[in-house]
Each structure stands twice: as C-alpha cells, then as structure tokens.
C-alpha cells in the first residue's frame, strides 16, 4: 500500500520511473518500482540496494548521508555524479532522489527518474513530492508499527505455546511419578500380606518338627 501510495502519482510529478527505497536494520532495501510506461508498480521483496541493478548508487549513497534532496536536470552532464556508472550507461536526463524522514528520522529513499526530458523536477513538483514523501513516511511509520505489532505478537504465542509445551510435560512427568509411588505402594502391601502367612506357615512348621 506504501508503494502504491508513493509511486502511484508519478505522472504528475514528472517521472517516467519511481524507485521505493526503505531503511531497515541500517540496510537499505528496494522495496518497490512504479514505471510510467506501463502503469505497474511492482513490490521487490526487500532487495538490497547493493544489489539492484539499473541505479545511481552514488546519488542515492549521498543524499543517504546527508539527508537533503538531489535534483540533476541533466544528470549525464551536470553535477558531481556523472562518473557513476548507471548514469553513464543510461545518459539519463532528469533525476531527483528525495529522502523520506519522519520526525527527524531516515525512512527510506524515495529516486524519480525521466531519462527523456531535461529539467522535468521543477521547484513546484519538487513542493509536491515534498507533500507526497510526507505522506509516504506516515504511511512507512504505521506499517512499521502494525509489523512490529504482529512480530510481537506471534513472538509471544510462540512464547505461549512453549510453555503450554512444557506444562503437559511436566504434567506428564508428574503423572508418571504418581503412577510409579503407586504401584510401589501396592507392591509393598502385597508384599506384606504375603509375609504375614509365610511367617505363621514357618512358625507351624518349627513347632510340629
């Protein structure tokens, strides 16, 4: 839903290509892909961003680091990253990479590409994907909550049913010992009421020799 959310309106930011980029565990995993051309946004199954292919790692590195957005009218010859190797196999043209943060923490990354037009990331749509990064880090928050929530939860019936687990068998174990002191008991008793003739039978015996 998140992604939906987020790289569902890049038409009217400009993008052709939306890349969904989350921050978890200090890793940074690419989580979904929206492309213009044929109107999918597709979830990626929290790849890891090392190993995603068809990216400017370097842009999305600094703004990581830093923190602010990173807008390129012209990225294949503009700005500091034109040695990087996607943007020198592509020649993209317009390329902006947008943080998401939430009450002064690092969501994720939000990259919007239009490898045909130059200068596309206007000051107005930059405003609107501001908006729309917003609403993506609420939208991030809650479902890390909900997540978190559903792990605790079946961390704790886990929890549960290990110690219903040991209960039965401390349970059983308490039956076992029952049933042990009980045939003891009665092996004992029998073997008394069988002594206590025995012994008049050996008695009888000594007399009548």
Known sequence: RTATLGLGRLRPAGARRGILIL?????????AEGNVQNSEVKALQAIPLEEMDGLPLSMIRYVTRT?????????????AFTGDDYIKAKQPKSLMVMPIINY????GILYLENELIEGV??????????VLASQVAISIENALFYNSMERKVE???????????????SQQHLIESEKMAALGQLIAGV???????LGAIKSSIGNIE
């Open 104 to 107: 002064g923490k690092l969501l």
């Open 67 to 79: 923190e602010e957005s990173l807008v390129l009218g012209d990225a294949a010859h503009e700005g």
């Open 121 to 130: 990331f206007t000051p107005e749509r930059l405003e609107l994907l501001k």
């Open 155 to 169: 961390e704790r019936t886990a929890e549960l049913q290990e110690a219903l687990a040991d209960l039965k068998r």
């Open 23 to 31: 921050k978890q565990d200090g890793r940074l995993l690419v989580e």
């Open 191 to 197: 073997g008394h009421e069988v002594n206590t003739p």
